[in-house]
C-alpha cells in the first residue's frame, strides 16, 4: 500500500493525474485537463462558448429594446427601466429560491438521495410558484402605489402601468423557466437548456416584431411577447419533467414538496448572496431613475437606460470571461497549483482589459450611430444618450478588473472578497456618488457615478489582491 500511495503522490506532473474513489484510484480526463493542458488552449476552450451565450443574450435585449424604440419612443424605455426596481426584487426572491434551491437538490443527487431531492425540488417549484402568484395578486390590487412608490407619472406612468398590468399573469411561468433552466442543467441536459432558452428568446424577438409593428399594441405588446415566450419555456421544461414522471425514468424529477423548515432555511442561506445582489441592482436603479427625473425628466432616464444598453456589450464579455475561466482557477487551487492559478488570473484579467479597451475605442468614436438604432426621430434624448455614454463608456477600461476579481475570489472560495467587491462596485460607492455628484455638476454628476464607482472599487479590489497575493503566494 505504501509503494501504492508513493506511486500516486509522485504523479503531480504526469499526464494523467488520479483521484481516489471508494479506495479505488480513478482517471478523471476533466481534472488532468484542467491540471495540465496548455493554459492559453485551456482558457480560450472554456471561455469562447460562455462569451458567445453571453453575446447571445445581450442580442437579444438589445433588439428587444431597439423595437420598443423605434415603434413607440423613448417614453417606452423610461417606463420599463422605471419598473425595473420593482422586477429586481421579484428576481432576487426567483434567483434565492431557484438557487438555493438548486444548490441543495444537487447535493442531494450526489449524496445518492434521490427521494429527497424530489422533494426539495418540488418544494422548490411550489415556492415559486406561490411567489409569482403572489406577485400576481399584488399587481391586480395595488399597481397605482407601487408606480406612486416609484416616482412616476404622466405618459411615462401612463405606459409603466400598461406594460405591468400586461405582464403580471406571466409571473409565476416567469419565476419557474429562472428556476427550471438551472434544474434541467443539474439533471444532464445542458444542451437542452441551452436550446430551450435560444428559442425562448428568438421566440420574443419574433412576437416583439409582431406585436409592436403590424398589430401595434404598444409597451403592452412588449411585455405580452416577453410573458408568452417565457411561458413557452417553462411549459417545455415542465413537459420534460412529466415524461420523465410518466416514464419512470431514472434520474430528477418533480415529487411532492417536503423538507419543511428545515429546508427552506437552507435554500434561503444558499441563494442569499443573489438575492441581495439583485436587490441592490434594484435599489440603485431605483436611485438613478430618481435623480434622472428630478433633473432631466423622462428623457434622461431613456438616455441612462439606453447607455445601460450599449455598456452591455462589454459587461457581458468581461462576464463570459469570468465564467469559463472560474473552473480552471477552482481546480489548480483545489490541487495547490498556485503558480497556475496567478498566470490563469494574468492571462484573463490582460485578455479582459484589451477587450475591454477596444470596446471604449469603438462606443466612444460610434456612439451616436449606435444610437441611433434605438431612437432615430429623437434627436434631444439621442445628445443626452451620447453624452452619458460618452462619459459612462470609461468604466469599460475598470470594469474587468472588478468582475473578473469577484469570480476569482469566488473560484477560491473566498467568499467574503467576492461579496465586498460586488457590494461597493453595485451599490456602496454607487449611493455615495448619487448623494455628491449631482449637486456638484447637476446631470453631469449623474452620469460621472458609474465611473466613480469602478474606480473606487477598483482600489478596494487591488487592495485584496494584494492582500491575497502575499498572504497565500509561496
Request: charged share 10%.
Given at each position: ?16 493525474l ?17 491540471l495540465t ?9 472554456n471561455t ?9 443574450m ?6 428587444d ?11 417606452a424605455l ?6 425595473y ?9 426567483a434567483a ?51 408606480l ?16 405591468l398590468?400586461a ?25 437542452l ?7 425562448m ?25 416577453t ?55 434594484g ?16 428623457a ?26 472560474q473552473?480552471?482557477?477552482s ?28 470596446f ?75 448623494l ?17 464607482s ?5 482600489l ?15
Open positions: 500500500m505504501e509503494a501504492n500511495k508513493s506511486s500516486v503522490d509522485n504523479l503531480t506532473d504526469a499526464p494523467a488520479l483521484n481516489k474513489t471508494g479506495g479505488r484510484i480513478d482517471r478523471d480526463p476533466a481534472r488532468v485537463a484542467f493542458a496548455p493554459l492559453g488552449n485551456l482558457i480560450l476552450k469562447l462558448p460562455a462569451i458567445a451565450s453571453m453575446l447571445f445581450a442580442f437579444y435585449h438589445i433588439v429594446a431597439i423595437m420598443v424604440g423605434r415603434s413607440i419612443g423613448p417614453d423610461a417606463s420599463v427601466n422605471i419598473l426596481p420593482i422586477m429586481a426584487f421579484f428576481i432576487g426572491l434565492m429560491i431557484g438557487v438555493g434551491g438548486n444548490a441543495r437538490v444537487a447535493v442531494l443527487q450526489g449524496s445518492g438521495d434521490n427521494d429527497n431531492a424530489r422533494r426539495v425540488l418540488g418544494l422548490v417549484v411550489a415556492l415559486g410558484s406561490g411567489l409569482g402568484f403572489t406577485g400576481s395578486l399584488i399587481t391586480i390590487f395595488a399597481s397605482p402605489s407601487i406612486v412608490i416609484l416616482g412616476t407619472s404622466g405618459v411615462i406612468g401612463e405606459m409603466a402601468g400598461h406594460y398590468m405582464i403580471y399573469p406571466f409571473f409565476a411561468m416567469m419565476i419557474l423557466i429562472f428556476i427550471l433552466e438551472q434544474t434541467v442543467r443539474n439533471d444532464g441536459r445542458p444542451n437548456a441551452t436550446a430551450v432558452m435560444m428559442g428568446a428568438l421566440l420574443n424577438i419574433v412576437l416583439d416584431y409582431l406585436f409592436l409593428f403590424p398589430m401595434q399594441m404598444g409597451i403592452a405588446g412588449a411585455a405580452l411577447a410573458g408568452l415566450s417565457q411561458t413557452m419555456g417553462a411549459l417545455i421544461f415542465i413537459g420534460y419533467f412529466t415524461a420523465k414522471k410518466i416514464r419512470n425514468r431514472p434520474g430528477l424529477q418533480i415529487g411532492l414538496p417536503g423538507g419543511g423548515l428545515p429546508v427552506l432555511r437552507i435554500i434561503a442561506f444558499n441563494g442569499s448572496s443573489e438575492f441581495f445582489t439583485s436587490i441592490a441592482s435599489l440603485t436603479t431605483f436611485l438613478f431613475n430618481r435623480a434622472l427625473l428630478a433633473y432631466l425628466g423622462g434622461g432616464v431613456a438616455a441612462f437606460a439606453m447607455a445601460q444598453y450599449l455598456i452591455m456589450f462589454g459587461s457581458v464579455v468581461f462576464i463570459g470571461i469570468s465564467v469559463g475561466a473552473p480552471i482557477l481546480y489548480n487551487h483545489g490541487a495547490g497549483r498556485s503558480e497556475r492559478v496567478k498566470k490563469t488570473l494574468v492571462y484573463v484579467m490582460i485578455s479582459s482589459w484589451i477587450l475591454g479597451a477596444m471604449f475605442v469603438v462606443l466612444r468614436t460610434q456612439t451616436a450611430e449606435m444610437v441611433t438604432l434605438f431612437i432615430p426621430d429623437h434627436p434631444e434624448t439621442a445628445a443626452l444618450t451620447t453624452r452619458a455614454s460618452s462619459i459612462i463608456s470609461g468604466t469599460l477600461l475598470i470594469m474587468p478588473v472588478g468582475i473578473i476579481s469577484s469570480t476569482f475570489f469566488t473560484a477560491l472560495e473566498r467568499a467574503g472578497s467576492s461579496l465586498l467587491i460586488s457590494f461597493s462596485r453595485g451599490f456602496f460607492f454607487t449611493v455615495v456618488g448619487l455628491i455628484f449631482p449637486h456638484l455638476w447637476g446631470v453631469e454628476g449623474i452620469w460621472f457615478t458609474p465611473l466613480f469602478e474606480a473606487a472599487s477598483f478596494v479590489t487591488i487592495a485584496l489582491l494584494a492582500r491575497w497575493a502575499v498572504k497565500y503566494s509561496p
